[in-house]
Nanobody, 125 residues
């Protein structure tokens, strides 16, 4: 599966952004989808994941209550709605696909076999 992330940009603290990730090349609903982020000089970290049928979601503690992951299997797209953005949310955000069982919510990078190219989010203070 090929993934193309978009929607990043520059936003002031407290603002919001919606990231999108379009998938192609395989049956989208066969994959749990995740968002990760990587700040300069830091390791890539888990942000959010959503199960294949969108029945379950899971979030990193740092974004819980501010970010929302969703997906539209008819459009082969996963979204990350971000509100209440903070300067520490500044990073390149990556979408990823995990070929896994129904209901799974993988958090580990190693569970994801497919990655998008990343979209940069900068939050100014």
């Amino acid at each position: 599966v090929q993934l193309q992330a978009s929607g990043g940009g520059l936003v002031q603290a407290g603002g919001s952004l919606m990231l999108s990730c379009a998938a192609s090349g395989s049956t989208f609903s066969n994959y749990a989808m995740g968002w990760f982020r990587q700040a300069p000089g830091k390791e890539r970290e888990f942000v959010a994941t959503i199960s294949r049928a969108a029945t379950k979601t899971d979030y990193a503690d740092s974004v819980k209550g501010r970010f929302a992951i969703s997906r539209d299997n008819t459009k082969n797209t996963v979204y990350l709605q971000m509100i209440g953005l903070k300067p520490e949310d500044t990073a390149t955000y990556f979408c990823a696909a995990a070929n896994t069982v129904t209901g799974a919510l993988p958090r580990g990078r190693g569970s994801y076999g497919y990655w998008g190219q990343g979209t940069k989010v900068t939050v100014s203070s």
